[in-house]
């Protein structure tokens, strides 16, 4: 019997369409220029994203030290204090993170069947939190393992786990629902949970530092999506309550 759902974050629950990250580095890099720093749009956006990365591998300490490494790369020099504070401001008060469609109602239905539930992110903790309670879903968690605050990432099995015992449960007794085959169901399946795969259909864009930063095609998203094994794929966040049944139906 299922009694615990765990989710990873963006490209599951949220997702951030690509025309709003390049809308916030221009916002960007119009405060930097009038501080009297040019920076180009593409820049902002490549750097503030390989940065996330490191930050998310738990190599950055905190959004300060985040803004700053950004800020001295992309300016080319020391950057003083206040200007740094308005970065860190403009940085950790808004999101351009979006609910998926039928996130809330998901979250809701899984509660409502008394299904404890945690998210698993590759991603940063303080950034996540925001964006969670920003988009208002970040009450219906029980646990978050982020790896910039465990300094582990998915597919590593220890995040995985570490999530299962904060919940107090068994991995045979929960699901984990993702959209990277690689990162998100071998590593949920290698500790023993049932999978769910994610294939959002969206007509926007979306954002994927990722993917940009690790070059992944297309073609390679879909290969590995074929080999990944999950036991089940969706193209609906909605249809995970659906398969969840399912997999109760069978026990």
């Known amino acids: 019997m299922i009694r615990a759902v765990l989710f990873d974050v963006y490209g599951t629950l949220l997702f951030a369409p690509l025309r709003a990250i390049y809308r916030r580095a221009a916002e960007l890099g119009r405060i930097l220029k009038s501080k009297g720093y040019f920076v180009r749009v593409e820049d902002a956006v490549f750097v503030f994203g390989r940065k996330w990365l490191e930050y998310s591998e ?14 001295k790369e992309l300016c080319c020099n020391t950057v003083p204090e206040d200007v ?3 970065i860190l401001t403009f940085y950790t008060s808004k999101t351009s993170a979006r609910l998926f469609p039928g996130v809330r109602e998901t979250l809701e239905g899984l509660k409502a069947r ?5 998210v698993v992110s590759n991603s940063t903790y303080s950034k996540t939190m ?3 309670k920003l988009n208002g879903i970040y ?5 978050f393992c982020i790896s910039s605050e465990l300094r582990i990432l998915k597919p590593d099995p220890r995040i995985f786990l570490k999530a299962l015992a904060a919940l107090g449960v068994s991995p045979a007794d929960a699901v984990f629902v993702g959209d990277r085959p ?5 590593g949920a399946r290698a500790v023993g949970m049932k999978t769910i795969l994610f294939q959002p259909q969206l007509e926007e ?3 994927s530092t990722s993917d940009l930063l690790l070059k992944r095609t297309p073609f ?19 249809d995970v309550l659906r398969v969840i049944e399912a997999f109760d139906s069978k026990e």
């Open 114 to 118: 008394g299904l404890k539930l945690g």
């Open 182 to 186: 690689q990162e998100d169901i071998a």
């Open 84 to 86: 740094i504070d308005e």
């Open 130 to 132: 925001i964006d969670l």
């Open 205 to 207: 864009e979306i954002w």
């Open 139 to 143: 009450e219906y968690f029980d646990a």
């Open 220 to 238: 390679e998203r879909r290969r590995s999506q074929k080999e990944c094994k999950a036991d089940a794929v969706i193209n609906n966040i909605k």
């Open 58 to 71: 738990g190599k950055i300490a905190d959004d300060k030290e985040y803004v700053n490494a950004c800020l």
